[in-house]
């Protein structure tokens, strides 16, 4: 499986690099930077994004780097620079956003996991007619889990002696809705005649 843009992997090695310094310094960056409903509402807009990029401990950051380097690796015939910062850029806010307004009740929350649906999901959308078959499974799949732990007795504290926290699982319903959205928002773009713009070498 050929690459679809070399040079992704630097901007996804200073992004990685950039999660797992934050997720060593959690004890002090954490206040800074997670989502905070009531910093939110004093106007500290970064945590709209920051909040995905910091974590509660050190497992809990290489937890979500494997499973970042794992869609990377899968899908590296389909990610790009711009897809990959397009991604990040679009389903920050629109997470954190869909917190604020459909969760009242969350006071705060850090992780990547929740963008990470999404990048599954985007991924999985954008090359379905290149393997129909295969990608339709792994989204039924997906699916099937989102719904799982949605369901009422879904044990949230499974991970605690890891990550030492729960598992917000909201944030990976919001994210895959968000990567879907974006998916099919491109999608329309190509249709209706919007070029495509590849990166620069």
């Not at 690099?17 to 206040?31: D, E, F, Q, R, T």
């Not at 974590?55 to 499973?67: D, I, K, Q, V, Y």
């Not at 679009?90 to 006071?107: E, I, Q, R, T, Y």
Request: charged share 15%.
């Amino acid at each position: 499986m050929k690459a679809r843009d070399p040079k992704l992997f630097i901007h996804a090695a200073a992004f990685a690099a950039l999660v797992l310094i934050l997720g060593l310094a959690h004890a002090w960056v954490n206040a800074t930077l997670r989502y905070d409903r009531a910093a939110l509402e004093a106007g500290q807009i970064w945590r709209l994004f920051s909040a995905h990029l910091v974590h509660l401990n050190h497992w809990h950051t290489l937890m979500n780097l494997a499973g970042l380097g794992l869609i990377l690796f899968f899908f590296r015939d389909l990610l790009d620079r711009r897809r990959f910062w397009l991604w990040f850029l679009v389903s920050a806010p629109l997470v954190s956003l869909a917190m604020f307004v459909l969760d009242p009740g969350l006071d705060w929350y850090v992780g990547l996991s929740g963008l990470l649906q999404g990048l599954l999901v985007y991924c999985l959308v954008i090359g379905w007619r290149g393997n129909p078959v295969l990608h339709s499974v792994v989204l039924a799949l997906v699916v099937g889990r989102l719904i799982w732990e949605q369901m009422p007795g879904y044990d949230l504290d499974y991970l605690r002696a890891w990550i030492h926290g729960r598992v917000y699982v909201n944030a990976h319903l919001y994210g895959a809705l968000a990567g879907a959205l974006l998916a099919v928002a491109q999608g329309l773009a190509a249709r209706f005649g919007r070029p495509a713009i590849q990166p620069r070498a």
